[in-house]
């Protein structure tokens, strides 16, 4: 195995730790900020570290097709590239090429689709997805799957399944075994567990660093997510990192750690930073609203990012409605910031046996809302 | 007087020294770059400061109009506001209101206009630009004046340079005489040698803490304009600081110290660094073009800001195409570094008596031109 994975300590269901991979450890359970194109948008790499991030996540269906992934392997691959040394973890295009492509044929091979970017023809199978990410130089290579938005028919959740665990020994024999790269295999099955149990078992059978939950987070909502998350982390080997593709809001990942989740991604920290939208431990926070304008208080004033220690929300109501480039650095840095206080918070938490307390304490100051008006 | 201004070495007609404010002290010749609306567009302050700047500029024409002169002053002023404590140079609004405002009325009285943001009616006159500019907050605040562009008929020029002088004396008599700010005169006369003696006579007369050159790089060209700068700052006292607004690009800068100028500022550096153009010692370079997505090198090899000492010209090129954030920050960060470093050069060569050399070295780097292609 290219990866380790040490759990240091749980608390019900969850658990935290560490994991280790060629280029640095991981602390469990983590949250990936999105970098799609190369870049976590609106920050210096050097930034996303210091708020706290141990991993980022790259897109393979956007770097394959701008700026090509054998040009980022000839640059000396994605690290260099994009100035960031610590891990990555890559994607296979599975989700975006289903998402974001034109004129996507699926077929047992693969999908056939041209590029949003140029109409360029293009084929993700197994094979290139894995070829992809070992160009871009994944530390975590994600198995090419492939999922269908809920809700779904139960016939077209279990197709689409069984072909994703076809396509995951594909990945895995494509992938063979580098000493200092990791591949997850992706659980699939909708919100039917026996589809679980049975998308758990195929990946097990193959053998892989680590675990996915796919297929949720696609339009079925907290509840429905909860309740399938009650039972398919528990399908997953206990002595493996599982990660939840795509989650999530705040009390999404918090939910999602106390059923089994140890890592997360998520464009919506990032995306909020440049819509005008900052998260806090008080809820989310509109600051295009006009009552933002005369404020001298900070986004939170517990909170030491550098936009909350520097900035009125006066003066992000401005900048944001003047379309100043640094509102979506501020905005985005504080976001990014606040996902990993959390992070380190239900981290610190399940190390001292105090999840629930932890919990109560979270949803209690989100139920108190945003700062009184002046 | 509200300033000091120490003289410390001379070069012919150049000169280096230390211009005194409250807020801190600017090394000469200074370039000031520019924060429109209350932020040097895609740079956070702290990285400002880092690339070397003593002072920045704020333009009371669109702080006026948005966010409001009154609510920044509310807010503790500019320098909270936008989170910089060094100095900030306000200008007055008269050249942005003539050329961004809309519905401009000029009358001895002032300019009426309505916003180009929200259509909402305005009147500035010489007394509300400086009370705006005290409500702002501004180290060195300016003259409210008008100036046509060039080419223009005498005649339109004597007129608005003896109109500007008459402003320039109610500038004055609003200014008042606070301890902890200073007021700058602007010399008008466009082309004219005559307008330009008759303008710095008045000016002197009134008596100001530093004195600018208005009117230039309006579009004559970089020939006429070192013709009319060969005489224009020896018009003006020898032991106040000389400012040359609005200018420029880096051989305009080199052009305007070797005869006799202190002070700049401009939007180049920032401005160029939102459209893919990096500035550098071997000239422009236009990170757009396709011969770059391939190219491993940095912007600047003998560079030290963060873009050149870590992002290559195929990555540059690379997030400018696909629209990312980053784009500007990098390459924003890279102009206004190599501006100051220039400037500190020409600081350097000043007191070595040596800016002949540095001038000539300076023009052969330009004329190798780019890096070869690889």
């Given at each position: 195995?290219?990866?380790?994975?040490?759990?240091?300590a749980?608390d019900g269901?969850?658990?935290?730790?560490?994991?280790?991979?060629?280029?640095?450890?991981i602390?469990t359970p983590?949250?990936?900020?999105?970098?799609?194109?190369?870049?976590?948008?609106a920050m210096?790499?050097g930034?996303v570290?210091?708020?706290?991030?141990?991993?980022?996540?790259?897109?393979t269906?956007?770097?394959?097709l701008r700026?090509?992934a054998?040009?980022v392997a000839?640059?000396g691959g994605?690290?260099?590239?994009?100035?960031?040394?610590?891990p990555i973890?890559t994607?296979s295009?599975?989700?975006?090429?289903?998402?974001?492509?034109?004129?996507?044929?699926l077929?047992?091979?693969g999908v056939r689709?041209?590029?949003?970017?140029?109409?360029?023809e293009?084929?993700l199978?197994?094979?290139?997805?894995?070829e992809v990410?070992?160009?871009?130089?994944?530390d975590?290579s994600?198995?090419?799957?492939?999922?269908?938005?809920l809700?779904?028919?139960r016939?077209r959740?279990?197709?689409?399944m069984r072909l994703?665990m076809?396509?995951?020994e594909?990945?895995?024999?494509?992938?063979g075994d580098?000493a200092?790269?990791?591949l997850?295999g992706?659980q699939?099955?909708?919100l039917?567990?026996?589809l679980?149990?049975?998308?758990?078992?195929a990946?097990?059978?193959?053998?892989?660093?680590?675990y996915?939950?796919?297929?949720?987070?696609v339009?079925?909502?907290q509840?429905?997510?909860?309740?399938?998350?009650?039972?398919?982390?528990?399908m997953?080997p206990?002595?493996?990192?599982?990660y939840?593709?795509?989650?999530?809001?705040?009390?999404?990942i918090l939910?999602a750690?106390?059923?089994?989740?140890?890592?997360?991604?998520?464009v919506?920290p990032?995306?909020?930073?440049?819509?005008?939208?900052?998260?806090?431990?008080?809820?989310?926070?509109?600051?295009k609203?006009?009552?933002?304008?005369?404020?001298p208080?900070?986004?939170?004033?517990?909170?030491?990012c550098?936009?909350c220690?520097?900035?009125?929300?006066?003066?992000?109501h401005?900048?944001?409605?003047?379309?100043?480039?640094?509102?979506?650095?501020?905005?985005t840095?504080?976001?990014l910031?606040y996902?990993?206080?959390l992070?380190?918070?239900i981290?610190a938490?399940?190390a001292?046996?105090?999840?629930?307390?932890?919990?109560a304490g979270?949803?209690?100051r989100?139920?108190?809302?945003?700062?009184?008006?002046l």
């Amino acid at each position: 195995m290219a990866t380790r994975f040490h759990i240091t300590a749980t608390d019900g269901k969850a658990r935290t730790g560490i994991l280790h991979t060629a280029r640095g450890a991981i602390r469990t359970p983590a949250f990936m900020p999105v970098g799609t194109a190369g870049t976590v948008k609106a920050m210096l790499p050097g930034n996303v570290r210091a708020t706290g991030a141990d991993i980022i996540l790259g897109n393979t269906y956007h770097l394959m097709l701008r700026p090509g992934a054998e040009r980022v392997a000839r640059l000396g691959g994605l690290h260099r590239f994009m100035n960031w040394d610590g891990p990555i973890l890559t994607d296979s295009g599975g989700f975006q090429v289903m998402s974001l492509a034109a004129l996507r044929r699926l077929s047992e091979e693969g999908v056939r689709f041209r590029s949003h970017v140029d109409g360029s023809e293009h084929m993700l199978t197994p094979e290139r997805s894995i070829e992809v990410q070992r160009l871009l130089g994944a530390d975590i290579s994600m198995c090419f799957d492939e999922c269908p938005a809920l809700p779904a028919p139960r016939a077209r959740i279990e197709e689409s399944m069984r072909l994703s665990m076809r396509w995951a020994e594909r990945s895995r024999a494509a992938f063979g075994d580098p000493a200092d790269r990791a591949l997850f295999g992706i659980q699939q099955g909708g919100l039917e567990p026996d589809l679980r149990r049975e998308s758990a078992a195929a990946l097990r059978a193959i053998g892989f660093d680590g675990y996915a939950i796919g297929g949720l987070a696609v339009g079925e909502g907290q509840a429905a997510m909860f309740a399938m998350l009650d039972e398919a982390p528990g399908m997953l080997p206990e002595d493996r990192p599982r990660y939840l593709m795509g989650v999530g809001k705040p009390d999404d990942i918090l939910g999602a750690v106390m059923r089994g989740v140890d890592m997360f991604d998520c464009v919506l920290p990032t995306r909020s930073g440049r819509t005008g939208q900052a998260l806090t431990r008080r809820g989310a926070v509109n600051i295009k609203n006009a009552r933002h304008a005369d404020d001298p208080r900070p986004l939170d004033p517990d909170c030491a990012c550098p936009c909350c220690t520097g900035y009125s929300r006066a003066y992000l109501h401005h900048v944001f409605k003047a379309g100043e480039i640094i509102s979506a650095m501020l905005l985005t840095w504080h976001n990014l910031h606040y996902y990993q206080e959390l992070m380190a918070g239900i981290r610190a938490a399940i190390a001292a046996g105090a999840l629930t307390e932890f919990a109560a304490g979270f949803h209690a100051r989100r139920a108190e809302g945003d700062l009184p008006p002046l």
